[in-house]
């Protein structure tokens, strides 16, 4: 029985502890809901405009069409300049006298030009310029798949923006409601007219409802630090001007696409297979190129050469 009471009176104890705690917190506000201008065609603009990855993928697709030259190179005659000049001093002194010594001097000047084509080499040469050609179209699909996954992680991080607004303002308005409800039961339990664990539900839901527009705040916080990163700003946090617009504004409708037709549609037309299509049509050229080595290479071959040598010295 004492046990009973020590129990009971220790509940009354904490229970007038958190009420009063609760009751300090009434007057507690929220703060304003973040408010930008950000549009979803503006952020991937500003991504597509300055990420790293959009270079690379375009200096990949000018060095693809640097081989390109490289290989049709080999369609044209090929000239060899060559060229020489040697000046030479010579001395002689007889054994048998050596009070004799002569003293030459020459120049020496060659210069010659081949020039050489290339006439049948079993084909392995249009195999070379189609597999370069292939490989443009790869590093062209391969930028447009860089820039349909950069557009895929900006559109996932801007709605989660948009859902973490949201969620805050469900949550403002559920701890502004609450706090209201408080209010009315707080009345109404000095009145008499209602336990105070009735009132206290409604404090309970009232910090519940403050704590999830915090945890939003902080998920808006983490997802605004990756829009940062996929538009290369220079700040680490994501400017206010530049928070997402709201997401009221956007309507929501159509009818859902048909499953096969949209996967037609994929197969034919998404970047990442269109890049693998080109890279095995670049693959089975270059398989040509080496059946090449079989057969027997053709070439035309010009040269001609001048020398001259003259005496500057003899004495």
Not at 276 to 288: G, P, T
């Amino acid at each position: 029985m004492f046990k009973r009471i020590v129990i009971a009176w220790s509940l009354l104890l904490a229970l007038g502890t958190w009420s009063w705690a609760l009751e300090g917190t009434v007057d507690a506000s929220l703060p304003a809901l973040p408010q930008g201008s950000l549009t979803l065609r503006e952020a991937q603009s500003r991504a597509l405009r300055n990420s790293p990855g959009i270079a690379a993928a375009v200096a990949r697709i000018e060095a693809a069409e640097a081989v390109v030259a490289q290989a049709r190179a080999s369609l044209w005659p090929q000239l060899t300049l060559t060229a020489g000049y040697r000046l030479q001093d010579s001395t002689m002194q007889p054994d048998w006298a050596p009070e004799i010594r002569r003293d030459d001097s020459f120049n020496n000047f060659r210069a010659g030009l081949q020039g050489g084509w290339l006439v049948f080499d079993g084909f392995a040469r249009q195999a070379r310029i189609l597999a370069a050609r292939h490989g443009v179209e790869a590093s062209e699909a391969g930028l447009d798949e860089v820039k349909r996954l950069l557009c895929t992680a900006v559109n996932n991080a801007f709605f989660q923006a948009q859902l973490a607004v949201e969620k805050m303002r469900i949550a403002k308005s559920n701890q502004e409601f609450n706090r209201l409800l408080e209010a009315d039961a707080d009345k109404r339990w000095r009145a008499g007219a209602i336990a105070e664990a009735e009132k206290l539900n409604f404090s309970v839901r009232a910090l519940q409802a403050e704590s999830d527009y915090l945890a939003a705040a902080q998920n808006l916080a983490v997802v605004g630090t990756v829009l940062v990163e996929l538009m290369a700003l220079p700040d680490a946090r994501l400017p206010e001007a530049l928070y997402p617009v709201s997401a009221l504004d956007r309507e929501i409708g159509g009818a859902v696409p048909e499953i096969g037709t949209e996967l037609k549609y994929a197969l034919a037309h998404r970047s990442d297979l269109m890049a693998l299509k080109a890279r095995l049509a670049a693959a089975e050229q270059r398989k040509k190129t080496e059946r090449g080595k079989f057969f027997p290479s053709v070439f035309r071959r010009r040269r001609g050469a001048i020398q001259r040598s003259e005496r500057t010295r003899n004495h």
